[in-house]
């Protein structure tokens, strides 16, 4: 079964500090991607990073980093000097070759507080 | 121009109105897609067209019924809905329809929020 958990439902963290989200995936496929999405008040889901199977470099952009572990089948977004527009939903999500299908964790809210 | 566009941005709309959602794209995507999302919950899928055919339909009710005139314009038409309907829909599209190929992520519009009332 595929699965994608995302256990901290709610996190706060004054203006500045660093904040990692952590997300663990459950999949017997080799092939498969894994995504963030950033979902503000707005409402529109912002398309943050995609990461495949096969490439378990870790990303920096900017502010933003990620951290892909197949061992331990985790896929974490680190926010560092966290500022109030960081404040959403973030989502992680698990796509399969053969699937339009995101199966998607149910989310972490990040407050960061002025 | 990189985005997804959704009107309106909020409905309401009575139990027996029938009313439709319109969503457009203008960066050649070749998928495009409607998602549910009740508050506080992930999205999920509802609708999926593939070069202007539908590909999937996940069990949706009859209610909902979605048309593609077109690859840049995707409506979902509604009708008869129930408060339990209420939520927000979004419109998603992607580069890539081939689902054996490399999946390079959604591009999200804005949402219409929905209340039945």
């Known amino acids: 079964a595929q699965k994608v958990t995302q256990a901290q439902t709610e996190i706060s963290v004054v203006e500045k500090e660093d904040v990692t989200l952590d997300c663990v995936y459950e999949t017997r496929d080799t092939t498969y991607y894994l995504f963030w999405y950033k979902q503000p008040p707005s409402g529109e889901l912002v398309f943050l990073i995609r990461?495949?199977?096969?490439?378990?470099q870790n990303e920096i952009s900017g502010r933003y980093s990620w951290n892909f572990q197949k061992s331990t089948s985790s896929f974490n977004f680190t926010i560092t000097a966290s500022q109030v527009v960081d404040s959403a939903v973030y989502f992680c999500a698990l796509s399969l070759t053969g699937t339009y299908k995101y199966i998607f964790g149910t989310g972490t809210r990040l407050k960061v507080l002025a | 121009d990189t985005e997804v566009t959704q009107t309106p941005k909020h409905l309401v709309m009575g139990m027996t109105n029938k009313k439709s959602l319109k969503c457009e794209q203008h960066?050649?995507?070749?998928?495009m897609y409607w998602y549910k999302q009740k508050a506080k919950k992930p999205p999920e899928l509802m609708f999926v067209?593939?070069?202007?055919?539908?590909?999937i339909n996940e069990s949706v009710p009859s209610r909902f019924s979605p048309e593609c005139p077109n690859s840049s314009l995707l409506n979902l038409h509604l009708h008869a809905l129930q408060p339990e309907d209420s939520a927000l829909y979004l419109c998603?599209?992607?580069?890539?329809?081939?689902?054996?190929?490399?999946?390079?992520?959604?591009?999200f519009g804005s949402g219409t929020r929905l209340t039945v009332v």
């Open positions: 067209y593939s070069y202007e055919k539908l590909s």
């Open positions: 960066m050649g995507h070749r998928a």
């Open positions: 998603a599209s992607s580069q890539e329809s081939d689902t054996s190929r490399p999946h390079y992520g959604y591009t």
């Open positions: 990461r495949n199977s096969f490439d378990e």
